[in-house]
């Protein structure tokens, strides 16, 4: 079957860092998206893995084992304005109109 | 750069009520979708299209149906609005995959539709 576990929410600090994991179950895998979804917007994309390994975007970055069936989402100096849910998606390559299975998001609560 | 446009923003809608939310986008994208988001889950296909006059169901299409008669038009019909259809529905569009397996091509979404049926 197909699956994605995120944690439903975490709490950090502001100026700190903190790491979301996302688990996956697909029948193939062709890629993993991570979105960010502030409260009452929509989601904006923020970084893209498909092969394994960390890519890096400014204060964010991403990592990926497609072995493990595992990525995280990495925060660094943290801001008050990265309060906000963080959605992991995965393509499935069973599909071949490469449909998206999202996870229910985790939502991130930045403390001063 | 308008993107992704939707309309209503919100709306409420009475019980057996139809109503058309509204997706146009301006990026000249092949793929477009129809996603409905409840508190606290993740998001949920209910259509898809890949292009003018081609379209197919997601994960949760009863109770909706979609046209696709032009490039930037992908309107969703609610026939009989049921409460479990209060919701909030995004509508999306991405460019055609690359012919590198693997390649990024993202969602880009519009702001949402919040819809109340009472």
């Known amino acids: 079957g197909q699956n994605i576990d995120q944690p439903t929410e975490m709490t950090a600090t502001e100026g700190a860092i903190v790491q979301i994991n996302c688990t996956y179950q697909?029948?193939?895998?062709?890629?993993l998206f991570w979105y960010q979804q502030h409260a009452g917007e929509a989601p904006t994309f923020l970084s893209y893995?498909?092969l394994d390994g960390l890519e890096e975007k400014g204060r964010f970055s991403s990592f990926l084992s497609r072995s493990k069936g595992y990525s995280y989402l990495l925060l660094k100096e943290l801001q008050m304005k990265d309060s906000a849910s963080y959605l992991c998606a995965v393509r499935d390559m069973q599909d071949s109109n490469y449909q998206l299975i999202w996870g229910a998001g985790t939502k991130l609560i930045i403390k001063p | 750069n308008a993107g992704v446009t939707q309309t209503p923003k919100f709306r409420i809608l009475k019980i057996g009520q139809s109503m058309t939310l509204q997706c146009t986008q301006d990026m000249n994208h092949n793929y477009m979708y129809w996603y409905r988001q409840d508190p606290g889950m993740g998001l949920k296909l209910i259509y898809y299209s890949v292009g003018a006059g081609i379209t197919d169901k997601g994960e949760v299409p009863n109770g909706y149906n979609v046209s696709r008669s032009t490039t930037e038009d992908f309107p969703l019909r609610l026939e009989l609005a049921a409460p479990s259809q209060t919701s909030v529905y995004f509508c999306a569009s991405r460019n055609k995959q690359g012919t590198r397996v693997g390649s990024n091509q993202p969602q880009h979404f519009g702001d949402g539709t919040r819809l109340s049926i009472l």
């Open positions: 697909t029948s193939g895998f062709n890629g």
């Open positions: 893995n498909v």
